[in-house]
């Protein structure tokens, strides 16, 4: 009797376990799918602001240029 009932806690825990590993996986890649999408935005921005970095220079050297 006492096997059965530390059978069922065993199970039991288990079976609680499993359910908490799977919440923390989706948790986990809903997280990764944040953090990629914030991470191309982040990417994109700084990859236009070198390419106004670059024709504010050229810019800024063609008009020194020309004095």
Known sequence: SSDVCSSDL???ILESSNKKISQLETQLEEKEADLKSKY???ESTLNSLESQQTSISNWANSSNSNR
């Open 10 to 12: 065993y199970n039991y």
């Open 40 to 42: 191309a935005t982040m």
